[in-house]
Nanobody, 127 residues
Framework: QVQLVESGGGWMQAGGSLRLSCVASGRTFSSYTMGWFRQAPGKARELVAA????????YYVDSVKGRFTISRDNAKNTLYLQMNSLKPEDTAVYYC????????????????????WGQGTQVTVSS
């Protein structure tokens, strides 16, 4: 089992930047595909970005391409999400998830692919 703890959320004006972190403990962090999801009030949890177990592959949803960067430091058991040029529509609770090591472009966009979740961190972007 792996435990995940997110941090770095907060309030930001549109156009600003935030960096989220997700620290893992428990089983080997480097064996997991990792993803950042977000959930706005009244909406389903959606994938923002995912990264393969060794950081070699990264995937982004179209709405964040060119603005967000996902990365990981396996030596520090930490996942990151650098968010630039923030928009009000980025407002949501952001969650990190850990899933199987096998990269699957179709499945790893779905919350059901991920076995473990953090508690979430709120990001609020004002216009």
């Amino acid at each position: 089992q792996v435990q995940l703890v997110e941090s770095g959320g907060g309030w930001m004006q549109a156009g600003g930047s935030l960096r989220l972190s997700c620290v893992a403990s428990g089983r080997t962090f480097s064996s997991y595909t990792m993803g950042w999801f977000r959930q706005a009030p009244g909406k389903a949890r959606e994938l923002v970005a995912a990264i393969s177990y060794n950081g070699g592959i990264a995937y982004y949803v179209d709405s964040v391409k060119g603005r967000f960067t996902i990365s990981r430091d396996n030596a520090k058991n930490t996942l990151y999400l650098q968010m630039n040029s923030l928009k009000p529509e980025d407002t949501a609770v952001y969650y990190c998830g850990a899933g199987p090591s096998t990269w699957n472009s179709g499945s790893n966009a779905k919350p059901s692919f991920y076995n473990y979740w953090g508690q979430g961190t709120q990001v609020t972007v004002s216009s």
